[in-house]
């Protein structure tokens, strides 16, 4: 069946780059996402990339898709304390429904 | 514009009782769905709704049920509660299948259910 995987955690130092990784199984995906998730709070859309692009910039945030491999991944630049959540990647098969993967645990250090 | 609601924001019950939980999505969106978050796990899928039918259900047992009103607010019902189904139940809303583009999904805060 269709599987979206995910590290369950990554740790990053104040200042520097995350990138979280996802891999996914359904080649019919027509859209990924990238959602994050705060402390007891609901998930926030943070960006999405339709499947015919390779990337997507928006500020601080780098999607890119390699369609061929079935790797999305999210970039984000110079991370925050603020930064710190559960980051869910979700695809949409061609059934409108949406799978996803387990979550990343992003901890940044000091 | 009002975002996704969701009460109660905190549920406590008891095995064998009864909870509902309610949502309304955002004005204009017609697809509602419901999730299971247990604790330190990932979405687990349980309900979509659109236009008022049940599009789809994730493999949870019969006593997860619920329904879409016509002003495409939902309820979610869970009877015969475990200990296990303490969990944040949330829900979200879409434009709905028909819609072309993206569909994203806006969440809501979510119900925290305790069961005791």
């Known amino acids: 069946g269709e599987d979206v995987e995910q590290s369950l955690f990554l740790s990053v130092r104040e200042g520097d780059s995350s990138v979280i990784n996802c891999t996914y199984t359904?080649?019919?995906?027509?859209?990924l996402y990238w959602y994050k998730q705060e402390p007891g709070a609901g998930l926030q859309l943070l960006t999405y990339?339709?499947?015919n692009m390779d990337m997507k910039q928006d500020q601080r945030l780098t999607v890119l898709l390699n369609k061929k491999d079935k790797h999305l991944s999210l970039r984000i630049a110079d991370t925050q304390t603020g930064d710190s959540a559960i980051y869910f990647c979700?695809?949409?098969?061609?059934?409108?429904?949406?799978?996803w993967g387990a979550g990343t645990k992003l901890i940044i250090k000091p | 514009e009002a975002g996704v609601t969701q009460s109660p924001t905190h549920l406590i019950k008891t095995r064998g009782q009864q909870a509902t939980l309610r949502c309304s999505p955002i004005?204009?969106?017609?697809?509602v769905y419901w999730y299971q978050q247990a604790l330190g796990l990932g979405l687990q899928f349980l309900l979509w709704?659109?236009?008022?039918?049940?599009?789809n259900r994730g493999n949870f047992p019969p006593r997860f049920s619920g329904r879409q009103f016509p002003n495409y607010s939902s309820e979610l019902n869970v009877n015969a509660l475990e200990l296990e189904d303490s969990a944040l139940y949330l829900c979200?809303?879409?434009?709905?299948?028909?819609?072309?583009?993206?569909?994203?999904?806006?969440f809501g805060a979510g119900s925290r259910l305790t069961v005791l």
């Open positions: 990339i339709f499947s």
């Open positions: 979700a695809e949409r098969n061609s059934n409108y429904q949406l799978i």
């Open positions: 004005s204009g969106h017609t697809s």
């Open positions: 709704y659109d236009e008022g039918e049940e599009r």
């Open positions: 979200a809303s879409s434009r709905g299948t028909v819609s072309s583009g993206a569909n994203v999904l806006t």
């Open positions: 359904d080649s019919s995906s027509t859209y």
